[in-house]
């Protein structure tokens, strides 16, 4: 299994530039999540999603849309880019087993700088 | 969210035990102790849970107070690879809806050839 896989791996953008950053899960997960992880900090949920069109917002929503039209996908979209998003991002997606303790599976990554 | 202390940074020797501790004075009765590490350069990947018993699997130990007050991942014979930011997260009785996991800081460890 490839597991959780995010592309790009790195991006550069201008301020006020638009991108999608890709996750994509071959578990058959239906919760899946993207964390963005800045210098000294932990990890801060953005967004996540239970299911196909369900999505909701994590603790630091603000400059970030997503959608869920399958499974195995959950893009992340810049709108337009601030300095402010200058961080590395993490997809994350688990089972949904009915326990909450079932384990989160990340991937690897995507390390996004905005001038 | 009850919080979690550790300790910034470890080191211990290649191929020696490593005792990992984690203090969380405010959980919860239904906490489940969750332990993550992140290798340089990748995602956190999961290492064990618990919630009052001792618990053990091919990667690691986890021991729980008896008060749960505080709990430990062990590190049975540390190798170069272990080397990672390890990080203790308490996860509570939620919906599906929202299984947040808040990470800290966490401890990074360094093993010393």
């Known amino acids: 299994n490839a597991g959780v896989t995010q592309t790009p791996k790195f991006q550069v953008l201008k301020t006020g530039q638009s991108m999608t950053l890709q996750c994509a899960q071959d578990?058959?997960?239906?919760?899946m999540s993207w964390y963005r992880q800045d210098p000294g900090m932990g990890l801060r949920l953005i967004h996540y999603s239970v299911g196909a069109g369900i999505t909701d917002q994590g603790e630091v929503p603000n400059g970030y849309n997503v959608s869920r039209s399958t499974t195995e996908d959950f893009p992340l979209r810049l709108l337009s880019a601030a300095p402010s998003q200058t961080s590395v991002y993490f997809c994350?997606?688990?089972?949904?087993?009915?326990?909450?303790?079932?384990?989160?599976?990340f991937g690897n990554g995507t390390r996004l700088t905005v001038t | 969210d009850a919080k979690t202390t550790q300790p910034n940074s470890m080191e211990s020797n290649e191929e020696e035990p490593v005792h990992l501790p984690c203090n969380h004075s405010t959980i919860s009765g239904t906490d489940y102790i969750h332990w993550y590490r992140q290798l340089p350069s990748q995602g956190p990947e999961y290492v064990i849970h618990g919630l009052t018993s001792n618990v053990n699997n091919r990667m690691a130990s986890l021991a729980i107070a008896e008060d749960r007050k505080s709990s430990t991942l062990i590190l049975h014979r540390a190798t170069l690879r272990d080397a990672a930011v390890y990080y203790c997260i308490l996860k509570g009785v939620s919906n599906f809806g929202n299984e947040k996991l808040t990470f800290g800081t966490g401890t990074r460890l360094t093993i010393i050839p």
């Open positions: 578990m058959n997960h239906e919760y």
């Open positions: 994350a997606s688990k089972r949904r087993d009915g326990a909450y303790n079932s384990p989160l599976h």
